[in-house]
């Protein structure tokens, strides 16, 4: 049976890599037997909703340790989610997966809305096996002056990405998605970009205003994409 625990893990610093006293907040799924990988959930959020609670127990439920860092744990702006910030928070909580066993290698990342973004930059500059990004805007303009584009980012990506758009999201223009297209094509790495016609938003979750057929459909299928790509990278 899988297991919600709260845990922390302990930050290094950006500048020298020594561990400082300061802890990052873990929200933590384990999978009933010994985990074949792990999967860091990065959240655009201070609340963890349900829907996100139920997506970590079924990635864990399928096998992988699922750790969640709380990204705004330091000060009142949501603007730490980037910068040195994310990265020492991302590095604490690999370093959190391997200490419980999981191998490096083992390790992909996946993030929602802002925190997509995110989680593709940390694509191109940390060792992962594996990235998602869901609804991730910043293609074009960089989200805070310590975020890159992601047209400008994508083709540094090192490890194997998708994107999941909704094709009506009015924050994601889709002529920027086609573009983030193309330039994702030219990274080393697999990479695969999904719009779906239906939806407002979320590719992973259907809103009230979408809830029709064919984005319930796309649901499936963008949650089918999802653990599919682990399946496929994180070997």
Same mark, same amino acid.
């Given at each position: 049976?899988?297991?919600?625990?709260?845990?922390?893990?302990?930050?290094?610093?950006?500048?020298?890599?020594?561990?400082?006293?300061?802890?990052?907040?873990? *929200?933590?799924?384990?999978?009933?037997?010994?985990?074949?990988?792990?999967?860091?959930?990065?959240?655009?959020?201070?609340?963890?909703?349900?829907?996100?609670?139920?997506?970590?127990? !079924? $990635?864990?439920?399928?096998?992988?340790?699922?750790?969640?860092?709380?990204?705004?744990?330091?000060?009142?702006?949501?603007?730490?989610?980037?910068?040195?910030?994310?990265?020492?928070?991302?590095?604490?909580?690999?370093?959190?997966?391997?200490g419980h066993g999981v191998?490096?290698?083992?390790?992909?990342?996946?993030?929602?809305?802002?925190?997509?973004?995110?989680?593709?930059?940390?694509?191109?500059?940390?060792?992962?096996?594996?990235?998602?990004?869901?609804?991730?805007?910043?293609?074009?303009?960089?989200? *805070?002056?310590?975020?890159?584009? $992601?047209?400008?980012?994508?083709?540094?990506?090192?490890?194997?990405?998708?994107?999941?758009?909704?094709?009506?999201?009015?924050?994601?223009? !889709?002529?920027?998605?086609?573009?983030?297209?193309?330039?994702?094509?030219?990274?080393?790495?697999? *990479?695969?970009?999904?719009?779906?016609?239906?939806?407002?938003?979320?590719?992973?979750?259907?809103?009230?205003?979408?809830?029709? *057929?064919?984005?319930?459909?796309?649901?499936v299928d963008a949650q089918?994409?999802?653990?599919?790509?682990?399946?496929?990278?994180?070997?």
């Open positions: 049976m899988t297991a919600s625990i709260e845990d922390s893990a302990p930050l290094r610093r950006a500048d020298d890599g020594t561990e400082s006293a300061e802890r990052v907040p873990l *929200t933590t799924f384990r999978p009933a037997s010994t985990p074949r990988g792990g999967i860091v959930v990065l959240h655009e959020s201070r609340e963890f909703s349900r829907a996100l609670l139920d997506f970590m127990k !079924a $990635l864990a439920e399928d096998g992988w340790l699922v750790a969640a860092p709380h990204l705004f744990h330091r000060a009142a702006s949501d603007d730490e989610v980037f910068g040195d910030a994310l990265f020492e928070d991302f590095d604490a909580t690999v370093t959190w997966l391997t191998y490096a290698d083992t390790i992909g990342v996946i993030g929602f809305d802002d925190a997509g973004t995110a989680a593709a930059l940390v694509a191109t500059d940390r060792p992962v096996g594996a990235a998602v990004s869901v609804a991730a805007p910043g293609i074009v303009e960089p989200l *805070t002056p310590d975020a890159r584009a $992601l047209l400008e980012a994508a083709p540094s990506l090192q490890a194997p990405w998708l994107g999941l758009y909704g094709q009506g999201d009015e924050r994601i223009p !889709a002529a920027h998605v086609d573009r983030l297209r193309d330039a994702v094509a030219e990274a080393p790495v697999a *990479t695969l970009v999904v719009s779906y016609d239906g939806l407002d938003h979320r590719p992973d979750e259907v809103s009230p205003e979408s809830g029709t *057929t064919a984005g319930e459909d796309a649901v089918r994409r999802i653990f599919d790509w682990f399946d496929s990278h994180l070997r």
